[in-house]
């Protein structure tokens, strides 16, 4: 959890970053996994965690698609400057994303770490917790910074106006925020369900 929250920390590759990041969320994961003999919460924290990791990853790199493209140079967090003003869908969409990734409330991401957070309370994994409460520290501030890269002005200050709009990208990434937001602000259909697998 530690280390993949380090190191993305020093990333300005976008992908890198969310790479990293994932390492932590596999540590994340394996916190659940290692309580899944203590409680019967525990099958259906993996479920969730997994189903909200892979909306929130799929809204990411929808947006990152769009914007880079086939170029790797535009995967650099400069490339994200005013994307506020440019493509506002997309940097919302990603915006969702990131907060999702940091565990903010109402998203799907806040619940996925509530029920880990939950499941190390219960088998007084306190050791296991206090590394996931400094690795989510460390995350949010670099999360952050891609939000805040967003809303930058454009390089030499002027706002230019985006690509042609692709109506199905954007459609997308806004089905796949509804879906982060609905996951993380009314789960419980969700959980009925997964439950009845």
């Given at each position: ?113 509530f029920y880990v957070i939950s499941l190390s309370i219960q088998g007084s994994y306190w050791f296991l917790l206090s590394a996931l409460v400094?690795?989510s520290a460390i995350a949010i501030y670099y999360y952050l910074r891609i939000i805040f890269s967003m809303s930058k002005a454009s390089v ?42």
């Open positions: 959890m530690l280390i993949g929250n380090l190191l993305a920390l020093r990333q300005e590759d976008i992908k890198r970053l969310l790479a990293y990041s994932s390492i932590a969320h596999f540590g994340y994961l394996l916190v659940v996994l290692i309580t899944l003999t203590g409680s019967g919460m525990a099958s259906d924290a993996v479920t969730f965690y997994l189903a909200a990791y892979i909306l929130t990853s799929l809204a990411a790199f929808t947006v990152i698609a769009r914007v880079a493209g086939e170029d790797p140079k535009k995967t650099q967090l400069g490339a994200f400057e005013g994307l506020f003003w440019r493509d506002k869908i997309q940097a919302a969409a990603l915006t969702v994303a990131m907060l999702s990734f940091a565990g903010i409330p109402l998203t799907a991401g806040f619940m996925a770490k400094i690795g030499g200050g002027k706002i230019t106006m985006g690509q042609k709009q692709d109506y199905s990208a954007n459609l997308t990434a806004l089905l796949l925020t509804a879906m982060i937001l609905m996951l993380g602000s009314w789960p419980q259909p969700f959980i009925a369900f997964a439950g009845g697998l």
